[in-house]
Nanobody, 120 residues
Framework: QVQLVESGGGLVQPGGSLRLSCEFS????????MRWYRQAPGKERELVAA????????NRVGSVKGRFTISRDNAKKMVYLQMNSLKPEDTGVYYC?????????????WGQGTQVTVSS
């Protein structure tokens, strides 16, 4: 029903910036809460940013220590992760996730991930 495709990853120097994009294919994008996760080699996947469902102007926006900002465009069915002042420790595979409440459960969908490497 739902497919997610991440893009925008790559190699960046410490202190640089990247903007990741996640394209949503499916119905009722605005009903999904969107999240960004990351996973470094040998580490558990961790949540880095989340935004609630609904109209973009009323959604909550989260950030990571003032460096990462999540946003969404419901008209384009897109979610973004703006990453500034990147550090080597930010290196990992970044995943987009869509989630909504079902009947007695939480329904979630994952993208395949995009690699972010912060290195000089």
């Amino acid at each position: 029903q739902v497919q997610l495709v991440e893009s925008g990853g790559g190699l960046v120097q410490p202190g640089g910036s990247l903007r990741l994009s996640c394209e949503f294919s499916g119905d009722t994008f605005s009903s999904y809460a969107m999240r960004w996760y990351r996973q470094a080699p040998g580490k558990e996947r961790e949540l880095v940013a989340a935004i609630t469902s609904g109209v973009s102007s009323t959604n909550r926006v989260g950030s990571v220590k003032g460096r990462f900002t999540i946003s969404r465009d419901n008209a384009k069915k897109m979610v973004y992760l703006q990453m500034n002042s990147l550090k080597p420790e930010d290196t990992g595979v970044y995943y987009c996730k869509a989630a909504r409440a079902g009947t007695g459960s939480l329904i979630g969908y994952w993208g395949q991930g995009t690699q972010v490497t912060v290195s000089s």
